[in-house]
T-cell receptor
């Protein structure tokens, strides 16, 4: 069974731009969570989607948004990029019901903001 | 807010020795505690997990123990090998916050041959 895939793997943007990252979960998984990983803050939860609905949200500004499609694929968007948004963005999928917490991560998208 | 503290931040052992990483959590409602291994350039990989109705779980050279009263859990790796070198993260599931996973800060384990 294929794992979680994320595209693109690397991105370079400049301040003020916006970016869209994509995540395809493991087949059959209906929940997708997004995390930001930085050396200083570690792994921080952004949001979780289940059946196209945002089920949970972390403490990030409104510039960070996401959505989930009917095939469970998810995208996250960051608008008006800041230097501090440079990070590894990780997507994790899970079955979503009765298996809360058993999350499987993709390789991440490395975003660099110049 | 709720948090997970992880120690040590770095750990260096000789091949064949044991390694222990400890975490404490603050939310008494947490009932699921996974451990992840992250190698350079890769996403975290789930290596073992434990639920609050179990005190210990073992999978070959890896074991996890949980003390719910003290709100701490530990990862034990025996007979360490160079390929165990990676960053390890503990996490706790916050059931009363919609099932959010909160991660520790990570432990960089180095196994010297």
């Amino acid at each position: 069974k294929a794992g979680v895939t994320q595209t693109p793997r690397y991105l370079i943007k400049t301040r003020g731009q916006q970016v869209t990252l994509s995540c395809s979960p493991i087949s059959g998984h209906r929940s997708v969570s997004w995390y930001q990983q930085t050396p200083g803050q570690g792994l921080q939860f952004l949001f979780e989607y289940f059946s196209e609905t945002q089920r949970n949200k972390g403490n990030f500004p409104g510039r960070f948004s996401g959505r989930q499609f009917s095939n469970s694929r998810s995208e996250m968007n960051v608008s008006t990029l800041e230097l501090g948004d440079s990070a590894l963005y990780l997507c994790a999928s899970s079955l979503g019901i009765g298996h809360r917490g058993e999350q499987f991560f993709g390789p991440g998208t490395r975003l660099t903001v110049l | 807010g709720e948090n997970v503290e992880q120690h040590p931040s770095t750990l260096s052992v000789q091949e064949g020795d044991s390694a222990v990483i400890k975490c404490t959590y603050s939310d008494s409602a947490s009932n699921y505690f996974p451990w992840y291994k992250q190698e350079l350039g890769k996403g975290p990989q789930l290596i073992i997990d434990i639920r609050s109705n179990v005190g210990e779980k073992k999978d070959q050279r890896i074991a996890v123990t949980l003390n719910k009263t003290a709100k701490h859990f530990s990862l034990h790796i025996t007979e360490t090998q160079p390929e165990d070198s990676a960053v390890y993260f503990c996490a706790a599931l916050l059931e009363n916050q919609g099932g959010k996973l909160i991660f520790g800060q990570g432990t960089e384990l180095s196994v010297k041959p």
